[in-house]
């Protein structure tokens, strides 16, 4: 029992972005319960999972779909992009070619040490970003 405050929520809130996600949310929850139950822990954080269409994919949808579904408009999104997936693509294409004939162990320390640098590079840029809109 808490002394003080109120409950914390029992699940965490999960925010699901992708460029067709307003197909994907249709009926969700039910495909969940049917194949975990209603009672299983998949079916909790499902009903608790907010859906967004990442900002570069919005503008390709219908009216209502970007009022629904635009990151900016889904209550708990934040000020998020829906894009951090993408943007390491090409950087993580180049790892892929190179350690293509590596062993499974190489294979995976090349890519990890793709992915640490671009997010070495993110970080880093942050800082000049912020300064730059600062002006």
Same mark, same amino acid.
């Given at each position: 029992? $808490?002394? #003080?405050?109120?409950?914390?929520?029992?699940?965490? %809130?999960t925010l699901?972005?992708?460029?067709? @996600?307003?197909?994907? +949310?249709?009926?969700?929850c039910e $495909?969940?319960?049917?194949?975990?139950?209603?009672?299983?822990?998949? #079916? !909790? &954080?499902?009903? !608790? %999972?907010?859906?967004?269409?990442?900002?570069?994919?919005?503008? @390709?949808? &219908?009216?209502?779909? !970007?009022?629904?579904?635009?990151?900016?408009?889904? %209550?708990?999104?934040? $000020?998020?992009?829906?894009?951090?997936?993408?943007?390491? +693509?090409?950087?993580?294409?180049?790892?892929?070619?190179?350690?293509?004939?590596? @062993?499974?162990?190489?294979?995976?320390? &090349?890519?990890?040490?793709?992915?640490?640098? +671009?997010?070495?590079?993110?970080?880093?840029?942050?800082?000049?970003?912020?300064? @730059?809109?600062?002006?």
């Amino acid at each position: 029992m $808490r002394a #003080y405050g109120p409950e914390p929520p029992r699940w965490i %809130t999960t925010l699901l972005s992708f460029d067709k @996600n307003c197909q994907y +949310w249709v009926n969700f929850c039910e $495909r969940i319960e049917n194949e975990f139950g209603d009672d299983s822990v998949e #079916y !909790q &954080i499902a009903s !608790q %999972t907010l859906f967004c269409v990442p900002k570069f994919h919005i503008s @390709n949808h &219908i009216e209502d779909c !970007q009022f629904q579904f635009h990151p900016g408009h889904v %209550t708990g999104a934040g $000020r998020v992009t829906g894009e951090e997936v993408e943007p390491p +693509w090409a950087e993580l294409g180049q790892a892929g070619a190179q350690s293509r004939d590596s @062993n499974p162990g190489h294979r995976q320390e &090349i890519i990890e040490d793709a992915i640490s640098d +671009w997010n070495f590079k993110k970080l880093v840029g942050m800082g000049e970003h912020n300064v @730059n809109a600062a002006h």
